[in-house]
């Protein structure tokens, strides 16, 4: 096995007789190369090839590999890691026997975060369940450093869900689902980008409430629909008031407002087909006709007319 030579330069005490005390020696001290290959390694590589050489071309069907564009490779040598980062898309070589590699999907993936019991920050328990979209953006750590990255980001995304939301109340679980998508989002893109992981969305799925809670509610809901109902109703009778005042001093300024106004009721009266139709006449119109009446007669209030009409 290859050794790295390093000089170390150190200050001792008891130094050998050609060093003088107090004096700085060079001391040489070798250490193994993580990176270099051992010679049954060499030996193996070497069979391999040996062995493609015999079986051409029969080893070619086994030495070339393809990949889609949206897969990579990574290869192992005897358990190391090929130089080179992740192979693809396209072909790719590998030896027989000492080779080995793992393909990556690099397409995004969703899945759905089972529901969870979760206790929000006003102590009422809700089943949130979620939505999670990612994908593998360095495929040779998504292999390297995980052992199942899939199964490892379910778990991280039920258990971020659960502590997010335990730290929202009610009111704000049920408006601000955006905002809380978001978070998740961050919490669970900072955790996974160790492990070549990248989530793009998340999303809360659904909110289940007790069944007394719902009832609770709705009952709240109702009262308060209720209540807004009588304050609008009684703000629409203010200006309505207000309204017939107004319009009730231009009927003194002008009578013959009023006249218009009868003719429009009668109008009104008359569309929905009733039997009988009351009439205000004044006796102001009759002042040609009651020529020989005291001036009592034409100060007289108005009398109704009743005409019946057939049905």
């Known amino acids: ?10 200050r001792r005490d008891n130094v050998p007789s050609h060093c003088d005390t107090g004096t700085s020696c060079a001391i040489t001290i070798q250490m193994p190369n993580p990176e270099a290959v051992g010679c049954v390694e060499r030996f193996a ?21 393809v ?7 990574v290869i192992f040598r005897l ?13 790719f070589f590998v030896l027989p026997c000492i080779d080995t590699y793992r393909k990556v999907d690099l397409r995004t ?8 019991e979760v206790l929000t920050r006003d102590s009422v328990t809700v089943a949130v369940d979620a939505v999670v979209y990612y994908r593998i953006k360095e495929p040779l750590n998504a292999v390297v450093r995980v052992a199942d990255y899939s199964a490892s980001t379910r778990l991280l ?38 492990w070549g992981v990248e989530v793009e969305r998340v999303e809360i799925k659904d909110v289940r409430l007790p069944v007394q809670l719902q009832k609770a509610m709705a009952a709240e809901a109702e009262a308060d629909r209720e209540a807004r109902a009588k304050i609008i109703a009684a703000e629409g ?14 009927m ?16 009104s009266i008359s569309a929905e087909k009733n039997s009988t139709i009351i009439f205000p006449f004044p006796m102001d119109f009759l002042k040609a006709f009651l020529g020989g009446a005291g001036p009592s007669t034409t100060h007289q209030p108005s009398v109704q007319m009743t005409q019946s009409l057939p049905i």
């Open 237 to 250: 009778e203010i200006k309505a008031s207000k309204a017939l005042k107004e319009a009730s001093l231009v």
């Open 109 to 116: 993936v969703s899945f759905d975060v089972p529901p969870q």
């Open 67 to 73: 990949v889609q564009e949206f897969e990579r490779a």
């Open 157 to 194: 995304a039920a258990t971020t869900l659960r502590n997010v939301l335990g730290m929202r109340d009610l009111a704000q679980l049920l408006s601000d689902r955006e905002a809380i998508s978001h978070m998740m989002q961050a919490s669970l893109d900072e955790a996974t980008e160790p």
């Open 79 to 91: 358990g190391r890691l090929r130089k080179g980062g992740a192979r693809g898309p396209g072909l």
């Open 1 to 10: 096995m290859r050794r790295e030579v390093r000089t170390v330069s150190t």
């Open 252 to 267: 003194i300024d002008n009578p013959m407002a009023l006249q218009l106004r009868y003719l429009q009721s009668l109008s």
């Open 45 to 65: 590589t070497l069979l391999s090839y040996l062995l493609v050489i015999i079986t051409f071309p029969f080893s070619l069907f086994e030495c070339f590999k």
